[in-house]
Structure formats: C-alpha cells, structure tokens
C-alpha cells in the first residue's frame, strides 16, 4: 500500500501538531513535523509529501492579524514550491489559524484558480470575545471539496477569537455560486441562520469551510483534529449510559477522505 505523507508546519506559536499529526496516523499516513526554519533549509520536503497542513494556533501571536505574518513568510519563501504543490494536484489543508494563513496567502477561495491573491478573510469574532464551544455544522453536497465527501453533518469544536468569515459580496456571491462553501454552521437539526451561538463568530451566510474550485484546499475554524476519540466529546458519557458511544470522533472522517484520495490519486 502506498504510504501517504503529511507535511505538518510547526513553529513561531502554532500548538496543534500532535493531534494533528496524531489524525493523519490514525488514517495510516505518515505526518512529518517540520518547524518553519528547518523548511526553508530543505525545500524539497514539499516533493516528498502528498498532503500540506497550516495546523491551529496563534502563529506569530497573531500580531497584525491573525496568520498574517506565517503567510507572508510563506509567500515569500515558499511560493514556488506551493505553486508545484497545487500543479501537481495535491492537498493542502488550513485549520483555524492555518485557515486563516490560507486566506491570506490567496489560497482559498481562489475564485477563477487565482491563487495568492486574498479574496476573504477571518475577521474577529462579532460576539468580540474569544469563543471556545462545539458547534454543529453541515456540509454541502454541492462542494467539489475532497475532505468533506461523504460527510452529512457534522459535531466538532471551535476555539477562536477571528473567525468571522468575511468577504465582498461580488467575490461571496462567486463563492456560492460554484459551489465553495463546504461548511456551513447549524443547529443540531442541520438549519442554517440561527445566530448566535449556532454561528459563533457572525461568519457571513454561517460560512465555517470553503476550498478552491479543485477541491483540494480547504480551510475551516473548526477543529477535527480536536474529535478524533469519542472522549472528546462533552456528550460523551451520556453516549456511554445509553450504549451509543461511537468507535471514534467524528474529526477522523475529513483526514481519512485526504488520505484515501491521496492514495488513489497521487
């Protein structure tokens, strides 16, 4: 079986690696956590790896905004190879302050494939605190987004203070229009525009994942790598009592799909 590998930046105030990291073994790939610095020694890593990951956290403590100056370092020093990366048809996947960096760096929504060209981004939160809950969400059907196939709805934590989804409603009409919201923030019973706290942050039309028009880079606030034990959950032990506790958290399925498509397809 071909071994999948998972690119995993690390560094400069990012905290989610392990769990990361954890995800993308659990789905039998193989993560490799590299820092920033130890990248730009070696930029032929990207040619090695399958799946590129912008993990969760305050990079650069989220001076001048959030993953603001992780883009601009990674424009800057990485352009080319992620522009290899994106040609060759591979994935990349930004979580929370990775979706945030990828806003930044013009990689999704990448409306007409114009990539490093910012065309939305994650504004602080309208609640203007820092919100830490689960939320419910829904995926669309619609979307051309490979992490997402297969998934209905969907139960995973959120823990962000700039996270209001934002964006022109030229370029937010485009975005709907093809179809590149991949999830939506919703009630337990899967409806849409109910507010908060159903929407946490106040992200245009309950926005919470979009990708390119590819499908192959998707970023989202939520985090999956956060659900991958059904101990995760706070729902758990009531789980437990009535004999419905599931085998896993619910976050594994958008890492299996990377991996799965990787594997049949790179």
């Not at 070696?42 to 603001?68: E, R, Y």
């Not at 930004?94 to 990689?107: E, V, Y």
């Not at 996270?163 to 919703?186: H, M, P, T, W």
């Not at 929407?199 to 390119?212: E, M, Q, R």
Request: proline residues 5%; hydrophobic residues 40%; aromatic residues 10%.
């Amino acid at each position: 079986m071909k071994k999948i590998k998972a690119l995993v930046i690390t560094g400069f105030g990012l905290n989610c690696e392990t769990e990361t990291s954890a995800a993308f073994s659990m789905c039998g790939a193989e993560p490799l956590q590299i820092h920033l610095n130890e990248l730009t020694r070696d930029k032929n890593t990207f040619d090695q790896c399958h799946i590129l990951v912008f993990i969760g956290g305050f990079s650069f403590g989220d001076h001048l905004g959030a993953g603001t100056v992780f883009a601009n370092r990674i424009k800057y020093r990485f352009r080319e190879q992620l522009g290899k990366f994106i040609a060759d048809g591979k994935l990349i996947i930004g979580i929370c302050n990775g979706f945030q960096t990828l806003t930044r760096l013009g990689l999704v929504p990448a409306i007409g494939k114009k990539y490093f060209r910012q065309q939305a981004a994650l504004a602080h939160n309208e609640s203007g605190v820092f919100r830490d809950d689960w939320v419910y969400l829904r995926a669309n059907p619609e979307s051309p987004c490979v992490f997402t196939k297969g998934i209905d709805r969907i139960f995973l934590p959120v823990r962000h203070g700039e996270g209001k989804f934002v964006a022109d409603e030229s370029v937010l009409q485009k975005i709907e229009k093809n179809n590149l919201v991949s999830l939506r923030y919703c009630d337990e019973n899967g409806k849409t525009g109910k507010g908060f706290p159903v929407n946490p942050n106040g992200s245009l039309n309950d926005i919470a994942g979009i990708c390119d028009p590819t499908g192959r880079i998707f970023g989202l606030m939520p985090h999956p790598e956060a659900f991958l034990s059904p101990f995760n959950s706070p729902c758990w032990t009531s789980q437990k009592i009535s004999g419905k506790l599931p085998e896993e958290g619910q976050g594994i399925a958008i890492f299996r799909n990377a991996v799965e498509f990787a594997r049949e397809n790179l």
